[in-house]
């Protein structure tokens, strides 16, 4: 697979099987709404929205969107929402000290357990399913 990105043609996207060219999504215009193969197009780039989290009892939904941000209002407790493959980014708003109960979640980094939340600024996980198991790791620098 190849992804070209040039500034003026936009995207190529080449899938290469020994030296045959076997599919290819290119987006000629640099509009970034692609077309595939088989008259399969986009007529718009794909947006992801960023979606407000509210409440102190949260669903961690990945149907709300790929980005979602929770500005604490109280001490909370997240329940998993995840299908296998879905994953977020959740980045929390914590300036008063509340605690999260998270839900049965395996941390990959942090010493394999959840972060300590900034009192200023955001706090942000990256929160991922694959089969049963949903994971959680602590973006960037935090404790």
Partial sequence: MSIVLDGTTGITATSLTGNTKTDSITDVAGTGAPSFPNGISLTV??????????????ALAPANGSIQTHTLTGNTTYT??????????????????????????????????????????????????VSTTLYGALVGAGA
């Fill in 45 to 58: 780039a794909p947006t992801e929205n960023v979606y407000a989290l509210s409440g102190t009892a949260v």
């Fill in 80 to 129: 998993d929402s995840f299908s296998a493959g879905q994953s977020v980014t959740l980045m929390i708003d914590d300036g008063t000290a509340y605690t999260i109960t998270w839900p049965t979640m395996t941390w990959v980094n942090n010493g394999g357990t959840a972060p300590t939340l900034a009192l200023t600024g955001y706090t942000v996980v990256a929160i991922w399913k």
